[in-house]
């Protein structure tokens, strides 16, 4: 098996102090730095901040929060996880990731994604009806955009470009891209015509049934004729000293955030058996260091990726709690899993 990444993602939860209050968004951002830097120093390979416009997240600007990032880190790669092109311009994201590329020294990536949340569209004007045609035309100016020379385009959601160069330029002539995929095989089809890496968000359920998408990509990659990369993927998961300790710390804030968002997706609330359930067969990886660690290992191997990355927030949780879990997976977990990994 090929050298393996690892890394670590977060949406930005709002977290409470001691006595159970919420923190500001402030802090918010400030502990994703903290978070960051510590990662940074234990030797994770990737640090990702997702796009949310919601109360309960702080990054609504992923490269905003990465730049802020650069300054204090100097090996771990940034990216966002996921910046939502959709309802963005893909020049704008374009040049605000080439400036954190320069800032970082080339450690910038950008997953682009359409966006499993919704309220991006009307908040900077689009309509969901166009949803699937959005990611479409602007992935398509994206990819175009990657070369980093003038271009000529037209479409139907944008201003045309006309001979246009676009500023910065990264140091290695390439911006680092992937596509984030949900499971959709249209998604996975088009992530291969374009030839970009595959990031697959797998939060819930066996992971092994994404075994059959990670085979269509590279599938889709040989008949279109373009580089099937190394696959990524991630998914929801938090590390304390004791399985029990993971579990209670996670538990009340997951339910919270899971009842929240299934109340506008008609979810019925959810029950402490299906929760404890997905931590032993689903794709949440909860628990202690020497708990988790071959359960990583085995999604791994079981679907042949890459890089695994570990959302590793939700809700309220303490920043002591999450600076805690951020240390036991860069100084346990990781080790770990790669020494399951060689055998």
Do not use: C
Not at 106 to 124: D, K, M, Q
Not at 205 to 232: I, K, N, W
Not at 311 to 339: E, F, M, N, W
């Amino acid at each position: 098996m090929s050298t393996i990444e690892f890394g670590l993602d977060t949406f930005g939860d709002l977290p409470a102090d001691k006595s159970g209050r919420p923190e500001s968004f402030g802090t918010a951002l400030r502990a994703v730095v903290d978070e960051a830097v510590l990662a940074d120093e234990l030797g994770v390979d990737v640090f990702t901040v997702g796009e949310h416009h919601r109360p309960e997240y702080a990054i609504s600007s992923p490269e905003t929060v990465l730049a802020g990032i650069a300054t204090r880190t100097s090996r771990i790669r940034l990216g966002s996880g996921v910046t939502v092109l959709s309802s963005d311009d893909p020049v704008r994201v374009f040049q605000r990731f080439a400036t954190v590329d320069g800032l970082s020294n080339g450690r910038a990536e950008v997953i682009l994604g359409r966006g499993s949340f919704t309220e991006s569209f009307p908040l900077f004007g689009y309509d969901l009806r166009d949803y699937d045609r959005l990611f479409e035309e602007k992935l398509d100016l994206f990819v175009k955009l990657l070369d980093e020379k003038p271009i000529t385009w037209s479409g139907e959601f944008r201003a045309p470009l006309d001979d246009a160069d676009v500023f910065p330029k990264t140091d290695s002539g390439r911006l680092t891209t992937w596509v984030g995929v949900g499971g959709s095989p249209q998604s996975i089809i088009r992530t291969a015509r374009h030839g970009l890496p595959l990031m697959l968000a797998i939060i819930g359920g066996a992971p092994q049934r994404f075994a059959g998408h990670v085979e269509l990509y590279r599938r889709a990659a040989a008949e279109f004729g373009t580089m099937a990369h190394p696959v990524g993927m991630h998914s929801p998961g938090f590390l304390a000293d004791t399985d029990e300790q993971a579990r209670e710390l996670f538990w009340p804030h997951y339910r919270t955030m899971r009842d929240r968002i299934g109340a506008l997706r008609g979810w019925p609330p959810i029950r402490r058996e299906e929760f404890d359930a997905e931590i032993e067969h689903g794709s949440m990886y909860v628990g202690s260091p020497e708990t988790v660690a071959p359960r990583i290992a085995r999604t791994i191997t079981d679907l042949d990726v890459a890089r695994f990355d570990l959302v590793y927030t939700v809700g309220a949780l303490t920043t002591g709690d999450r600076l805690r879990a951020v240390d036991l997976y860069g100084r346990k977990v990781i080790p770990l899993v790669r020494d399951i990994l060689a055998g």
